[in-house]
T-cell receptor, first 114, second 115 residues
């Protein structure tokens, strides 16, 4: 199974600032997914990040607000820009597992915006 | 209507009780997943199944494809089982994303097992 780490594990940020979340995988993967889980809500896919191409964003999410980098096959970053309290969420990255429909999840980054 | 519905939303049980969490879905799926999320936020995959039944320790997952329904059972529940249990489905591949891995999540069931 893949081991995924995320940094930071949690942070408290001021309104209007930006935070970059890192996701590191211990094996090479083509696709990485970024999810948001707002308090009391289910997970929502933000974007799919492929190495060597621009991320594909889901409806309701835009690159200016959530820029994503994917510099190599083991690493990705998600930036939450110009934060507001509504951005307070858990942000998770995930990668496909060995089977065609499985995914491994990172430990999550708990973000609180004040 | 959400594509994936879970019930109950919240569940409190006494240690040792048999627990059932239900999941219904309305889309065609490739597979159904049961995930466990602990208070820190990290998610662990418990099961992936596309038919029948799977068992791992005290956990049992079943799926009925015709009825578009799955259940997660926990036998002899323990306080350490307290977590949010999430049902997710892998929808049939979406050509535009070429990502059959993409999951649609249910709202989760928050389970608390009291000693």
């Amino acid at each position: 199974s893949a081991v995924i780490s995320q940094k930071p594990s949690r942070d408290i940020c001021q309104r209007g600032t930006s935070l970059t979340i890192q996701c590191q995988v211990d094996s090479q993967v083509t696709m990485m997914f970024w999810y948001r889980q707002q308090p009391g809500q289910s997970l929502t896919l933000i974007a799919t990040a492929n190495q060597g191409s621009e991320a594909t964003y889901e409806s309701g999410f835009v690159i200016d607000k959530f820029p994503i980098s994917r510099p190599n096959l083991t690493f990705s970053t998600l930036t939450v820009s110009n934060m507001s309290p509504e951005d307070s969420s858990i942000y998770l990255c995930s990668v496909p597992a060995g089977g065609p429909y499985e995914q491994y999840f990172g430990p999550g980054t708990r973000l609180t915006v004040t | 209507k959400n594509e994936v519905e879970q019930s109950p939303q919240n569940l409190t049980a006494q240690e040792g009780e048999f627990i059932t969490i239900n999941c219904s879905y309305s889309v065609g799926i490739s597979a159904l997943h049961w995930l466990q999320q602990h208070p820190g936020g990290g998610i662990v995959s418990l099961f992936m199944l596309s038919s029948g039944k799977k068992k791992h320790g005290r956990l049992i997952a079943t799926i009925n494809i015709q009825e578009k329904h799955s259940s997660l059972h926990i036998t002899a529940s323990h306080p350490r089982d307290s977590a949010v249990y999430i049902c997710a489905v892998s929808s049939l591949p979406r050509v535009e994303h070429n990502a059959g891995n993409m999951l649609t999540f249910g709202g989760g069931t928050r389970l608390m097992v009291k000693p």
